[in-house]
Each structure stands twice: as structure tokens, then as C-alpha cells.
């Protein structure tokens, strides 16, 4: 068996982490022909369908999803064995600003990550701002943004750090004292606490029924805490993700409801300005961040 590997694997990452082939294609700086002639080629040499395609659409096979995985881990670890032998013999040091969502996500899971970075590299300074605004990366200079949710098309390099699963939670006091939910449609007349997400949308996991609620909260609030706080007081039901609600859940203190209505997950993103010249300490912190969930997953 030939010990070769196939050609085409920085590229076929390209296109799934731009989610397009002319995206892909303009990264690399070649034309959107080349990169799916190269596509092609890495599929016909292996024997395996990678990407379906369409007009309008572009998805992983199964295996391409795994391939994908895989590809982009043994890249991962051989950007940090290229990082690690650069950092003998040069200190990172300077300043890296990073935006990122706040409340427990900030708090309690993406800080600790940066402090343990720079606790490894004293010479580095974070400035690390909560600002809710949908921040521009090339505008504002942040180095780095982390976002959770749905991503607007844009021209920044997107690393998937991890999903949570949603849930649709009230007390035990609220539930109490209402009638029954049987259905998404049910919950025009509860009183509901919202976020940043305006829309619920709903599948039903026996039907593959879809249903979107506009929201009307009566209490509206972006910062999480507060949120969380309305609902376990028995304000009202709201959509926790699952680092919020889960040991909640588990205690009783939070019921879950229409546990036949999934609503979809939250992916969360680090992004980054498209750059061949990133500064070797932001590249040295995206590189610990994405490890960092990949290890802490289970835990966090």
C-alpha cells in the first residue's frame, strides 16, 4: 500500500471551513475552476465522494464529514509542532484583543482558556471586551472574535470551536400554575424571556414538523445571567443552552418542555481577518483555543 497522501487536503479544508468553493478559491488565490478541478481530483484519488453539491448548496458526505475531522486535527497538530519549534527560539509577547460573547460562556468557559495562555506566555497582554455589538473585526482591530449563532457571510476565517444543545426550560413554580404545553404554538400564551434570539424555531423530532415562534418576551434581556436568573424565579419560560441549563435540569430546578420539539444548536465560532502575515502570538492563541475545546469538550 502506497504511503502518499493525496493531494488537494489544504484545499478541500478551505472550501468546508468557507463554506464555498469561490470563497475557497480566493483564500488561496487561485481561480474557483482550479479549486474544483483539485476537489475532483483529491475524490477521484481516493476512491469517495467528500462534498455534495448543488446550485445552491455545498454539505459534507458522511464521508467527507469524517475526513474533514480528521484532515483538520492532523493539521491542527502539525501548525503546533511547526509553532512549538518556532517558539524556542522566539518569545511571543504583545498585545492580542479579542471580543467575545460574555455571560457564563465568557465567565466561566472562554477566560479560564485565556488566562491559562498567558499564564504560558507571560509577555502576553489580552484585552478581552463582552460588547454584545456584532463587532467589525477590521474596523475595530480586535485580532479575534468568538461568536455563538448563526454567522452573517463574511470575508473572516471561521473555526468551529463546539456546539450546544438548546433547551426550553421554566420552573417548576411556572409550570404549576399554567396550562400544559403540547405544542410550539402553545406558547403564544405563556409568557416567554428572551435574549439576543428573536425567532425559536422548532423541528419535531417524530415528524420533522417545522414550526418558528416570533418571540415577545416580557422581560428581554442579551445578558444571560439575567435571564437565567427570570426563569428560575418562575418569570416565565425561555431557550437556555446547555452550559446554563443542564445541571439545572438534572436538579429538578429547571423543567424541560416539548422534549418532542428540538430547536436547533448553538455552533459557537472563533473568527479571524484573512491574513498570510498573522502575527505568530494570535496565531499561538488560535491555535490553544481550539485545542482547548477540543480537550475541555466533555467538561464544558
Known amino acids: 500500500m502506497s504511503n502518499h497522501l493525496p493531494e488537494g487536503i489544504r484545499e478541500f479544508l478551505a472550501v468546508v471551513e468557507a463554506h464555498s ?45 469524517t475526513f474533514y475531522q480528521l484532515s483538520r486535527q492532523g493539521i491542527d497538530q502539525l501548525e503546533h509542532a511547526v509553532l512549538s519549534a518556532k517558539n524556542a527560539h522566539s518569545s511571543i509577547s504583545g498585545q492580542i484583543r479579542v471580543n467575545a460573547v460574555g455571560g457564563l460562556f465568557g465567565e466561566k468557559i472562554l477566560a479560564p482558556i485565556l488566562i491559562r495562555f498567558m499564564e504560558q506566555h507571560p509577555e502576553i497582554e489580552i484585552e478581552l471586551s463582552f460588547s454584545s455589538t456584532r463587532e467589525d473585526l477590521i474596523e475595530s482591530q480586535y485580532d479575534l472574535v468568538v ?21 426550553l426550560v421554566a420552573s417548576p413554580s411556572y409550570i404549576g400554575s399554567m396550562p400544559k404545553l403540547k405544542s410550539p404554538k402553545d406558547l403564544l400564551d405563556h409568557a416567554l424571556i428572551n435574549g439576543s434570539v428573536k425567532r425559536w424555531s422548532f423541528t419535531n423530532t417524530i415528524s420533522n414538523e417545522k414550526y418558528e415562534l416570533p418571540v415577545q418576551g416580557i422581560l428581554k434581556c ?27 435540569i438534572q436538579s429538578g430546578r429547571l423543567v424541560e418542555l416539548l422534549p418532542n420539539w428540538t430547536l436547533p444548536p448553538s455552533d459557537v465560532t472563533l473568527l479571524y481577518p484573512q491574513s498570510r502575515n498573522m502575527s505568530l502570538r494570535v496565531k499561538a492563541l488560535v ?13 464544558i
Open 21 to 65: 468553493f469561490s470563497k475557497a478559491a480566493e483564500q488561496l488565490n487561485i481561480s474557483r475552476a482550479r479549486m474544483s478541478q483539485i476537489i475532483s481530483r483529491l475524490e477521484k484519488d481516493m476512491g469517495v465522494q467528500l462534498l455534495y453539491r448543488s446550485t445552491r448548496s455545498l454539505s459534507l458526505s458522511p464521508a467527507g464529514e
Open 147 to 167: 461568536r455563538m449563532g448563526a454567522l452573517p457571510n463574511s470575508n473572516l476565517i471561521g473555526r468551529k470551536l463546539t456546539s450546544y444543545t438548546n433547551y
Open 222 to 248: 442579551s445578558n444571560g445571567h439575567v435571564v437565567m436568573l427570570a426563569t428560575l424565579s418562575g418569570t416565565g419560560i425561555s431557550r437556555q443552552p446547555a452550559y446554563y441549563a443542564q445541571h439545572d
Open 287 to 299: 491555535d490553544y483555543i481550539v485545542e482547548a475545546f477540543k480537550i475541555d469538550h466533555d467538561s
